[in-house]
């Protein structure tokens, strides 16, 4: 049953949202977060409570996020200071100004406004906050309801500050009252300043307070489904497509996927590094979007669905003119339009799938929302569907209709993405437009033409903060299935976003052995916040169907990972082996798996920063690069071979000393980056500094055993570890990894000068006896003199695993860290 949701109430619990952020006091917040690390008495005050596995009810859960959700809120507020470092000041004049419901709603004038936008937290103030003046007294955080070329729709709250969220208790401010004895005044300026945008937090925290409307609300609060699915309640497929499902995917994707047709409410699927979560995703689809009841039920008793009869081609082709009228005559992709006729958005070049051909049995067609924290993450399954398509019924490789939403879709999957979708139909309806003026017919204004792209579309691709956005609170029915990628890596708030306006089914797929939420407030982090509502349902015991067969890892990288984090469950896939021997794998010291004591190395922390440096892991990593590729060329690209560091001073160091050995720019031959910038990603070679070396302090974030699992399992066929055993071993993952390395004979210890260890002497004495058998270079192919560097070379060309812009989540810089 979808909800209907209650907008009113949104708006309800949006006013208390804006309420309490905009009555805070910037500088007490500044103050605040400088002394926060010793000040826990400050945390019981705030009615801090640990994320629990279980919820009693609403209250419970509503007591627990919301406090930590506000938290959050907090340190995005000091982080957009931090990142501001050259404060901007505008100036506006005040045109109108008017309470209502405890708001004062401001129109400021002014002449340039800037990067500020819809939803943006402002800073307003009667002076400039500079370090070297004094203190300024008149000033209130506002919000950007509305932004005009010349002028800003503001909304502030200056009735009081709630400091405690859990007590509602509105202290009077000084500085507040100041501001609201001046801001009703006509042609008077106030600076502002933006600080961060609300958007995403604002829509996690409706998405939170609507849980209670939710219909499946109490399988969210105590993690547990009092419904068992039975048989009559379960979906079938087609013979053809289930016999295409089962000879595609492995026993572990099968069961994933049968989960999913038994209609239970929510299936969680665990995807360990390589084992098929986006093909896994990609059959669900195909299943789910051609399932039909096993059984209906009529007036009392169960019978087999009645088929209607199948229409012949023109008869579709006319069903189609009606469905999407737009479609015809001037679309310009009617030239490409197969001959058995188009029934969906699919890109124009590339691809060779054709589009769905509807038979007019499928009654019970579903519609579904996929969504992902991140944009790359998103456009990764995007492309694939675009790539592969799914079946249909008669096992038929199609491309559904789809469209994906949101900012800064990958230039590959621009053939889907709303803006273009949107244009393509503009330009329709400008032929249409002269008959339809003729008959007294007006425009529809964009709002309009995106939500009947949306009620078209079978699949909706979006981020989950997206998903919370005015486009989908319009539509007309809600979604039947939501499918959340990349589940593990989002706040439980976040997850809440897609599902808060109703649906049948959830799947949410991830690994909470790999790295989570990024969660910006040490508070919240503390109190439990970054853990997904993944993580938490299994840790309360909800059943998990988890991948284990992988295809990514030669099994020597995959044996440590599997142990340590998959309880041993994880299996290789029918080739991996052979897939991913190399020719370098005859000499020990290249891999698949090692582990390098640079025993000498020492660790600093550049002053100001909270991250970390070994300068010696760096002549060493370069060193072993710079062997590697001046034998083996083909590894001199940045698609096959990565450098991985937890710390993003490190990865800068490396960027700047690659620069200033070889004289170019690291970016088109080595992909170098932090773990969290890493995950979901793989490389034929991945090079792992680790960076602490020290025997008394602690190693940091690198004892984040999700970090260590991440940094581990981005190699197709070697994992070359470097780090120091000493300081390493204190923690049990690392002290277990060490313990295998050495077990396995592949532990080397380093001593200096570093380049002793890639002489023609050294590496023969590491030299397999069976060697891998070569495919490119025989055994004394290698260049022994060649150590020399020969960059610059032929640039490879842009990948399709590149980063591309998105950072939600990615590329930690290790200010956390201790
Ligand atoms: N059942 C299968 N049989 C053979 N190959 C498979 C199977 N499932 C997945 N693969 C292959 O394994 C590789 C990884 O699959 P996929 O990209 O779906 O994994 P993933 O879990 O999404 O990866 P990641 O760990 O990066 O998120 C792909 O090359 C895919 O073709």
Redesign the pocket.
Known sequence: MAIDRNLIEEEGCLHRFYKIVLGWDYIRLLKESSKQSKNTANETDLGLKQVKDTYKDVDDYLATFEPLLFEEVKAQIIQGKDEDEETEWKMGIVVQCHETDGFHLLELFGEEWGSVSQNDLLLLSKEKFEDDKKRPTTYAFALVEHRLHDKLRLRLHLDGEIKRVNTNEATTSKTLLKVRSRITEQKISWYIMKICSLSTIAREYVAMRSISFLPYKDLILKAADSIHNSEDQAWKISKPLMEYIQT???PT?LEAIRAGLSRRKFVLIQ??????????ILGLLSAILHATPARIHTKGKISDIKHGPDLDIEQKKIQWAKASPWLTGINPRDAKMPKDGDDGFFPTTGNELKPEVVNSSRKYRVRVLVCAPSNSALDEIVL?LLSTGIRDENDRSYTPKIVRIGLKAHHSIQAVSMDYLVEQKLAGMDFQTADKQKQGGGARDKDTIRASIMDESAIVFSTLSFSGSSLFTKLARSFDIVVIDEAAQAVEPATLVPLASGCKQVFLVGDPVQLPATVISPVAEKFGYSMSLFKRFQKAGYPVQM?K?Q??MHPEIRSFPSKEFYDGELED??DVKDRTKRVWHKYRCFGPFCFFDIHEGKETQPSGSGSWENVDEVDFVLLMYQKLVSSYPELKSSSRLAIISPYSYQVKLFRAKFKENFGVDSEKVVDINTVDGFQ???KDVAIFSCVRANKERGIGFVADYRRMNVGITRARASILVVGSVDALRKDVHWKNLITSAEERNCLFKVSKPYVDFFSDKSLASMAVEEAAAPDRLGPDDMDHDALGYDLPMEADQPLPDDDYGDDVGGGDDGIMDD
Do not use: A, I
């Open positions: 595609n995917h492995n994707q995807g360990p590094p390589g084992t098929g979560k986006t093909q896994t694939r991948l067969t295809y990514r896939g029918l979901g990603r793989e």
